[in-house]
């Protein structure tokens, strides 16, 4: 067996979360968003195995991140966006691939005008994240390139505290947004992100945009949804080993043992994308403990206090699970004071990256 560390990736599950969203946000559109490889699960597959469940419309950040899907989309009729904009890339890059940006300011907007000869685009207004899109002061501009060459096709805003559904953030938002996009007339409209999915219909609008719901994990914080845990993450032990109290462990020592024990050594460390700030808070699950991180993480493994298992020295070679269905991101992201987003999307290096059910496989 190999010693590196694995990302199994069960392309079912994805599929069942997609179905999830689709009927959570009917009538309207369920699109996805599969920017940064599909929050490092995989877009490539991911794309592909959505595409056969029926989405047709796919958010990335990136031009790159959306080419090599691209003549499969588009051969099933798709359309691709671009969230982050044309950014420096030349317009003929996006219209060689039939590629679509959401322009996010007015410079960008007139320059899209001017080059693009027509071709469609998305448009991104601000309402209250000051992130990206542009402030209503620019709406009239933006309206007066429409008589001159602009072809909107759709008009987005994003919500900045779905995931927390009682804020007022939320409605003040959407009545912005429902405000300024009257002047627009009759046009494809997105509002939700996963959590906004769930904020009730008045904000699924034509199409919903989720992302991490569809790697299953929980976009609200005041409720439970029934999604598939479709990642798993995993290394093996590569050693176990006998310690007697007050023998310390990792660099720096940063834990002492109260008593004597077993400890896992397990191949997976920073470098493959496990967080530093797991150590001594986060845990693994490993013959069917749940044991927890002990010590500073390093760069390529792990040390977890296993003494609770019957028979620890039998679970040498055997894999730990650092994500996964028995240990969610969510969980290890609460303990680590992180995002579930930034797990998943740290998963790296190293890790080899397994599809499970993909429909080629069968
Ligand atoms: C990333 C992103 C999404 C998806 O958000 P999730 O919270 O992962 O569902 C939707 N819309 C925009 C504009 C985004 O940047």
Redesign the pocket.
């Known amino acids: 067996m190999s010693a590196q560390p694995r990302l199994t990736i069960d392309l079912d599950g994805i599929a069942a979360n997609y179905r999830l969203l689709q009927e959570t946000v009917a009538p309207a559109e369920c699109a996805a ?1 599969i ?1 940064a490889n599909a929050y490092g699960l995989g877009a490539n597959a991911i794309g592909r195995r959505l595409l056969a469940e029926g989405c047709r419309t796919f ?1 990335f950040a990136h031009l790159s991140e959306a080419l090599e899907l691209a003549p499969e989309i588009h051969q099933a009729g798709g359309t691709m966006f671009t ?1 982050n904009g044309t950014g420096l890339y030349p317009v003929d890059a996006f219209l060689k691939a039939g590629i679509i940006p959401v322009l996010n300011t007015l410079e960008e907007t007139r320059h899209w005008a001017r080059e693009a000869g027509g071709a469609p685009a998305g448009l991104h207004l601000d309402t209250g994240m000051n992130r990206l899109g542009l402030p209503a002061s620019h709406d009239a501009a933006v309206l007066e390139l429409k008589t001159d060459g602009l072809n909107l096709i759709h008009l987005m805003s ?1 919500p900045a505290c779905a995931d927390e559904p009682q804020r007022a953030e939320n409605r003040a938002q959407l009545s912005r947004f429902v405000q300024r996009a009257a002047a627009f007339g009759d046009i494809t409209k997105s509002f939700a ?3 906004g999915c769930f904020l009730g219909p008045e904000y699924r609008f034509d199409v919903a ?5 569809l790697y299953g994990a929980q ?1 609200v914080s005041d409720r439970w949804v029934d999604l598939a845990t479709p990642y798993r993450f995993e290394a093996p032990v590569l050693q176990v080993r006998r310690f007697s109290e007050g023998e310390s462990f990792g660099y720096g020592g940063t834990h002492s043992a109260k008593s004597g024990g077993c400890s896992a050594t397990i191949g997976a460390g920073y470098a493959d994308g496990v967080p530093r700030c797991l150590s001594n808070r986060g845990h693994i699950w490993l013959g069917g403990i749940k044991a927890p991180i002990i010590g500073r993480i390093s760069m390529d493994s792990l040390a977890a206090d296993i003494s609770a298992h019957p028979d620890p020295e039998s679970l040498v070679h055997e894999l730990a699970q650092i994500y996964g269905p028995d240990l969610t991101v969510d969980a290890q992201a609460a303990s680590a004071g992180l995002s579930a987003y930034e797990l998943l999307t740290r998963i790296g290096g190293r890790t080899q990256r397994i599809f499970a059910n993909a429909l080629d496989s069968r």
């Open positions: 968003v920017k958010f969230l994003h992100n996963s959590a945009r989720p992302g991490l719901a976009p």
